[in-house]
């Protein structure tokens, strides 16, 4: 996977692509980062990148110019052939009127080959982009940001941990949070119902609770179910465990996912216990 990222603060991703698993996928060759600085495809000696909106408003606006001499130079396939799908590379503007970057989206992404990110600044960036240069605008969430370098940046870890040989374990990234189920990631236990084919799967709702050594800390103990060696009890405590985190923290992705009988009944066991202590 090639990601080229298009900014006018290229020393800020000195540091945050510098370590972890994105750092070894480089190392390993499994992806390539080039950073494309805006200010060299500007014209006039005061390297302009911006300018104030038409029909006024606060803030500055990226300038078009620059920003299409940048991507064309990179030779991206034709707008329409990207937007149809036929290209295996696209080009995104990072902006906070785009698709909500979620786990799906990244999966999509890790299926191309390229990757070309534009990265906004100020307040916004000249509409002409998102209509005739990008084939696609993305928002890493529902909150302003300075500009869409640390979306990048988001984006760039997300994707590579996608990537075959990235991870040491390859289950890892179907078993994380936000990761629904495939068809085949499910067993039937014993009492007929279906849960997540490992005793790592939350299958797309919030993660079950992490346990390690030491058994007691602090007078604090690991559940008994974890120890005693049951993979089927074990299974069970965790889509609990990880339904009962997801009703209260992200009741929203309750209503993205096929539920069993069996989750409905543990969700209604739930609601019930809330609603006598009141929390």
Known sequence: ????????????????????????????????????????????????VDDRPFGGGEGMVLKPEPLF?????????????????????????????????????????????????ICGRYE???????????????????YVLSGGELGAAVIVDTVTRLLPGALGNEASARQESFTAGAQGDFAVVADGTSVPDSTCGSGGLLDYPHYTRPAEFRGMAVPEVLIGGNHEQIRKWR?????????????????????????????????????????
């Open 1 to 48: 996977m090639k990601f080229e990222i298009v900014t006018i603060f290229p020393d800020f991703f000195r540091g945050p692509l510098d370590y972890g698993i994105v750092r070894r996928a480089r190392e390993a060759g499994l992806i390539e980062i080039t950073l494309h600085d805006l200010r060299v495809f500007t014209t006039d000696r005061h390297r302009t």
């Open 69 to 117: 001499e940048c991507v064309e130079s990179l030779k991206v396939a034709p707008l329409e052939t990207r937007r149809g799908g036929a290209a295996e590379e696209t080009v995104v503007l990072l902006s906070p009127q785009g698709r909500m970057f979620t786990q799906a989206v990244a999966q999509e992404l890790a299926a191309l080959k390229r990757m070309v990110m």
């Open 124 to 142: 916004g960036v000249d509409e002409r982009v998102a209509e005739a240069l990008a084939d696609r605008e993305i928002s890493v969430g529902d």
């Open 239 to 279: 889509r609990r465990k990880a339904l009962e985190k997801t009703l209260r923290n992200r009741p929203d992705l309750l209503s993205r996912e096929a539920l069993s009988a069996r989750d409905k009944k543990i969700l209604a066991e739930l609601e019930a216990e809330k609603e006598k202590t009141g929390h």
